[in-house]
């Protein structure tokens, strides 16, 4: 099928959030997307990055703070009638049967009586869930229960299907069961369904489903690239096609996660890097793992598949490591450092020593250590958050702080009283 | 299996609120104007009132005296569940409600209530002289306000945390506000609300047994029920009649446990949102009863052909109703959808707050005024009297629930054995056995003034030992069985690891335990026991000497002095030493 004229579109659309802590969280900045007709869009990107919101402003369940949204060319009011949604977590009602959860949006699109039962009893058997009308969602298992959030979807014969992470609570043989079944039910006509957009954090998901994959960056979310994918369906994943497809991805996805070095920060004294927000173990975790691979390097997706942590976090701890100088990361290859090699082989003790030398002309620490100083070696908690809120609006100041903690202790820097909620220098 | 600790509602746990904030200031002063707006209430009623209630203390009649107090506090109850849906719903949808409701929403929650019956049980018998009606209503009225307040914040809670994607899917499919309040909303709220309406049942019977059996000075306001035999049968000096008494109220507490809160606490564990497999839920033999049995499936059937009956019957009253339907219905919508006219609204409401807050203020200020030099002392000498007591009952509380709590919480076998035992007995009404503890008191020389201290200690233990005991049972097995294999000796295994995972619940317990010790003290001050007065110099016999001698303002001081200790040490010491018992000693996360 090919792309028809536009169907949703979002017209330089930006939202903001009032965080708890009164902040305000820019979660998308002036995203402009069209969605045609007869094409599955997957939108991909770090967590945080803001797809979801955009699925979320697509389907009208909030509106933007500025910029459009559009529906065949009419501005949406209110909740998008034509379309549907399947949620990562379900969102089934557990004091509803199977056959009364797929019926949901069938009352009030005034489908009644015999219809609605012809109507929920062709959605159950589309997702293969017959026998299962009368079970309750706590009696089945996840993809089972994910297969009844489908059917509660196409039950409505929805024009466009709405997906956001579908597959992400599932395990991976049912999550690739299911992903063919989505690409076969949006190319069964009698569905009714001729368009998808999906929410992703799985490369090979992407690749599989859309026919445009929609990069985004994060910190504000907005949209950095996109990737026309033409292979045709059912789509093979051993094939080299397919691979080829997965790997300018990965390439594109590492560019946005790991951009490459900026100038020195010399020249710009207002703006600081953040520190990576992973522990000092998986930092070391994941030296050590490098140092069993020849050469002591490999590509992010890699490291991510082999050690099984997701690739978003891999790709923190690689920031981490290599904010440390621990590896340097040539394109979307880690590779490990000489001092990276070093410290590895310290005893427990060195380690620390090394660290700490290391932590201290991070420009970060040392505006902190700055602080302890010139508050004659202690701060209030209150004063540091602060400084990181100030610094660094996109980051949740807490969890920052957490790990600043974290690090300093390691590397015997400096110290915490919870109590007292303050932060004192530790001089040795 | 390992038993799963003994849930506690969420009510317990106060509602997150910051600093002392300008609503705060509003509500105090809309408190005044309550306050003020009993006393005048009170002051109406002129003529002397002289019900001598007829009781007949022979044991026939005494299923007939139950039923009335069982009546009168199921009304109650559901006049509570209306209101807090109401309230809940109003307070979660719109954040200008929630941030006037919710710290109305505490104050009401911690303020002794049972202060305002002298002056409200007059005002309300100046309105329904000649009946009972009066009478009836300060009752309900009473036993409403000891039910409400955590109903509506279990519901308000339960609406605030609903996943957001159960809301979305509700909206995908279309729903309308009606729709998702009867099929998303209220389904999910289902267990706390039943969790909840269990305990306020229990503290109903408090109010209630006070209520039948209130005299003031020589004016009896009595009501049938099973409180006003108890206080007959004292009276009278019927040691069979007291005994009946209490078999009665346990009979009934007991029946009610069977036959309304097991079943539907069963029932709503089809409600669960979360998919753990739920905690140990004890079988209900009456909805074993009720789903096997025909009969009831037979009666869903005539319901809904009675159903389908009443709207076909209807139909005919259904035109104009629809015709009105539009301006009902879309017209507050239409001009709420209009952004002049919801400010509008908004400032007239806003307005409309602070002059009833104004006026309120200003006329307490003007019974205030009315008190002498001499009167602010007196009251604030009795208000300090009856503070010691309030915090002596709490810490001999403490002393003993605290120990059994912990003994019973670490030992699941204990635990399930003696649940049920004290869910009956926490739910009897201390108010009707204070009469009995103050003559077996008197018995070994010690008077109302300590006395009251004991009373109180009946009035509040409950909570502390429920709290503990919950808190206890849910210490993960593998910190107890760290404790074991570093064979740490008993006492230290009390000061590492019992005391402080016990310590938050049993910070909220105190809470809980304080208040209801000030609410004892309206009635442990100032008893009539088998034909004599007794009272005790404190702020509780204080507000009800007040009444009984029409001294208004001296009424008026004493509710307000005791309103603004409650709320004030609630906010001042209670609050933050939960929180931080809270961030300290929190088992587990």
């Not at chain 2, 208000?383 to 629930?401: E, K, P, Q």
Request: charged fraction near 20%; glycine fraction near 8%.
């Amino acid at each position: 099928m090919t792309p028809g004229g536009v169907l949703l579109e979002a017209r330089h659309v930006t939202q903001r959030f009032r965080l708890p802590n009164g902040q305000v969280l820019e979660a998308l900045r002036d995203v402009s997307l069209a969605v045609r007709e007869h094409e599955v869009v997957a939108l991909v990107g770090p967590s945080g990055c803001g797809k979801s919101t955009l699925l979320r402003l697509l389907a009208g369940l909030t509106r933007p703070a500025d910029g459009q949204l559009l529906y065949r060319g009419q501005p949406l009011d209110g909740v998008l009638g034509a379309a549907a949604m399947v949620f990562q977590s379900f969102a089934l009602l557990p004091w509803l049967t199977v056959a009364e959860n797929v019926a949901m949006g069938l009352e009030t699109r005034g489908v009644n009586g015999a219809a609605r039962r012809d109507a929920v009893a062709r959605a159950i058997n589309l997702v293969g869930l017959d026998g299962f009308e009368q079970a309750y969602p706590k009696e089945l298992s996840g993809g089972m229960k994910q297969r009844v959030g489908f059917a509660r979807a196409l039950a409505v014969a929805p024009e466009i299907l709405l997906m956001d992470e579908p597959f992400g609570a599932l395990d991976p043989l049912t999550a690739e069961n299911l992903r063919s079944q989505a690409v076969s039910l949006w190319r069964d006509p009698a569905t009714g369904v001729n368009t998808m957009v999906i929410v992703t954090h799985s490369v090979e998901e992407a690749v599989f489903l859309a026919g445009r994959i929609v990069v985004f960056g994060s910190n504000p979310g907005h949209v950095r690239e996109e990737l026309i994918n033409q292979l045709p369906y059912p789509r093979k994943e051993r094939s080299p096609q397919f691979e080829e497809m997965v790997d300018r991805l990965h390439a594109i996805l590492t560019a946005t996660l790991l951009p490459e070095a900026e100038p020195a920060p010399a020249a710009a004294p207002q703006r600081l890097p953040p520190f990576a927000r992973v522990h000092v173990a998986e930092v070391t975790g994941l030296l050590d793992h490098l140092l069993t691979r020849p050469d002591g390097k490999g590509p992010v997706f890699e490291l991510s598949e082999d050690l099984g942590v997701d690739y978003d976090r891999m790709s923190a701890v690689v920031r981490g490591a290599e904010q440390l100088g621990w590896v340097t990361t040539p394109g979307e290859i880690v590779q490990l450092t000489p001092a990276g090699r070093e410290i590895m082989a310290m005893d427990d003790a060195a380690r620390k020593d090394a660290t700490r030398a290391r932590l201290s002309r991070h420009p970060l620490f040392a505006r902190i250590l700055g602080m302890l100083k010139e508050g004659e070696g202690s701060v209030e908690d209150e004063e540091v958050l602060a400084d990181l809120t100030i610094y660094f609006p996109f980051i949740p100041a807490d969890s920052l702080f957490q790990t600043i903690i974290e690090w300093g202790r390691y590397a015997e820097l400096l110290d915490h009283d919870a109590d007292a909620a303050r932060l004192t220098l530790l001089t040795s | 299996m390992a038993l799963k600790p003994l849930r506690l509602p969420l009510a317990l746990t106060p509602p997150p609120l910051r600093r002392l904030g300008l609503a705060d200031v509003v509500m105090l002063c809309l408190l005044g104007g309550a306050i003020a707006t009993v006393v005048a209430f009170a002051r109406e009623f002129q003529a002397p009132f002289l019900q001598a209630v007829r009781i007949d203390l022979r044991p026939v009649a005494l299923p007939k005296y139950t039923l009335f107090s069982l009546s009168r506090g199921v009304i109650a109850l559901l006049i509570s569940y209306v209101f807090a849906l109401g309230f809940g719903w109003t307070a979660a949808k719109s954040r200008a409600a929630e941030r006037l409701l919710l710290p109305l929403l505490d104050i009401l929650q911690s303020i002794p209530v049972l202060g305002f019956l002298p002056g409200l049980v007059l005002g309300l018998m100046s309105l329904f002289p000649a009946r009972n009606v009066g009478l009836e209503l300060a009752a309900i009225l009473m036993i409403f306000t000891a039910q409400a307040w955590n109903l509506a914040l279990s519901f308000y809670n339960s609406l605030k945390s609903l996943p957001e994607p159960l809301r979305d899917a509700s909206r995908m499919a279309g729903w309308g506000s009606s729709r998702t309040f009867w099929r998303l909303e209220l389904p999910a709220a289902a267990q706390g609300l039943v969790w909840n309406g269990m305990l306020s049942m229990a503290g109903g019977w408090f109010f209630l047994m006070v209520n039948e059996a209130f005299r003031l000075g020589d004016r009896d306001y009595r009501l049938p029920g099973i409180g006003s035999y108890m206080s007959v049968a004292l009276d009278r000096g019927n040691a069979q009649a007291v005994g009946l008494a209490i078999v009665a109220m346990v009979v009934m507490i007991v029946s009610v446990d069977q036959l309304l809160w097991r079943p539907l606490v069963v029932w709503v564990e089809k409600f669960r949102l979360d998919d753990t497999a739920g905690e140990l839920v004890p079988g209900s033999w009456v909805l074993e009863f009720l789903r096997r049995a025909r009969l009831p499936r037979r009666a869903a059937a005539l319901q809904r052909r009675a159903y389908r009956t009443a709207v076909r019957a209807t139909q005919p009253l259904q035109r104009p109703f629809r015709a009105a339907r539009p301006l009902v219905v879309n017209g507050p919508r239409l001009a709420f959808g209009n952004p002049v006219a919801r400010k509008l609204g908004v400032a007239a409401l806003v307005a409309g707050l602070a002059v009833a807050a104004g006026l309120g203020v200003w006329h307490l200020s003007l019974l205030l005024r009315q008190l002498g030099r001499s009167d602010w002392a007196t009251l604030a000498s009795s208000a300090g009297l009856t503070f010691v007591r309030v915090m002596g009952a709490v810490a001999l509380a403490t002393a003993w629930a605290l120990p059994a709590g912990v003994v019973i919480g670490r030992s699941p076998r204990l635990a399930q054995l003696m649940q049920p035992v004290i869910q009956v007995v926490a739910s009897f009404p201390a108010p009707m056995l204070f009469p009995l503890v103050v003559i077996a008191l008197e018995r070994v020389g010690l008077r109302l003034g300590v006395g009251a201290v004991v009373l109180m200690v009946l009035s509040g233990q409950w909570y502390i030992l429920f709290n503990v005991i919950s808190a206890v049972a849910a210490i993960p097995e593998q910190l107890k069985e760290a404790v074991t294999v570093f064979r740490l000796s008993s006492l230290a295994r009390w000061r590492s690891l019992y005391l402080p995972a016990a310590f938050p619940a049993l910070a909220t317990g105190w809470v809980t335990a304080a208040g209801g010790a000030w609410n004892g003290s309206i009635v442990a001050e100032y008893m009539e026991v088998g034909g004599a007065l007794r009272t005790t110099r404190g702020l509780g016999s204080l507000i009800s000497e007040a009444t009984a001698h029409a001294n208004f303002a001296l009424l008026a001081g004493g509710i307000t002095i005791m309103s603004v200790i409650v709320v004030g040490w609630n906010r001042l010491v209670w609050r933050p030493l939960g929180s931080w018992a809270q961030t300290r000693f929190q088992v587990g996360q």
